[in-house]
């Protein structure tokens, strides 16, 4: 037990990096609860989640700004995804570069939305950079706070096995529900 806490002081900042260039939500979580067992520092682990969940979202817009062909050809079955990232881009503005972060299912597809359109990169990058601090520092100092309670449900969960696939099926299905219904076509 003790080489697994070595092993993630050592590379659990690398791979919670990683980890955060595609989001990181679960990954800043459980850093955070780390932190709060000692296990890790939790400042490090805040400012690691920042700086990949805003890198990631940059390198994803500049990807899809310079490279618009060879996403749009990946992105054939997430039409409507993209769709309702336009609605929202129009209805609330900058904020869904904001909102976005907060929401799974959307934080890929949000700046791949906005890099389709004339935003401007600049602007795009300075509210992505503040809605990544904002995101971080909630769910890290959140997480840290209620570390106590988290780790007795982590191991609750891990002593009743059963239990985490039907979390995570709950919350897929929930997440596919609501991008269900949001991308539906009006008739």
């Known amino acids: 037990m003790e080489e697994t806490f070595s092993n993630l002081a050592t590379y659990g900042y690398i791979g919670l990096f990683i980890y955060s260039l595609g989001g990181g939500f679960v990954g800043l979580v459980a850093?955070?609860?780390?932190?709060?067992?000692g296990k890790m520092d939790l400042t490090l682990s805040i400012s690691i989640a920042f700086l990949g969940n805003a890198l990631g979202d940059i390198m994803l817009f500049q990807l899809t700004r310079?490279?618009?062909s060879m996403m749009m050809e990946g992105?054939?079955?997430h039409r409507r995804k993209l769709a309702l990232?336009?609605?929202l881009m129009k209805k609330h503005g900058d904020w869904v570069i904001f909102i976005q972060k907060f929401i799974?299912?959307?934080?890929?597809?949000?700046?791949?939305?906005i890099a389709l359109t004339k935003y401007d990169f600049k602007k795009f990058a300075v509210l992505n950079v503040f809605a990544a601090g904002v995101w971080a520092l909630v769910f890290g100092l959140s997480s840290f706070y209620f570390g106590a309670v988290l780790s007795k449900a982590a191991i609750y969960i891990s002593e009743n096995k059963w239990l985490a696939p039907v979390?995570?099926?709950?919350?897929g299905g929930l997440t596919w529900l609501?991008?269900?219904?949001?991308t539906k076509k009006k008739k």
Do not use: D, N
């Open 85 to 87: 990232s336009h609605i």
């Open 31 to 37: 850093a955070s609860v780390l932190s709060f067992m």
């Open 167 to 171: 979390i995570l099926l709950s919350i």
């Open 104 to 113: 799974y299912g959307l934080k890929t597809v949000v700046p791949i939305a």
């Open 75 to 77: 992105l054939k079955k």
């Open 178 to 182: 609501y991008l269900e219904r949001a």
């Open 66 to 68: 310079y490279q618009k």
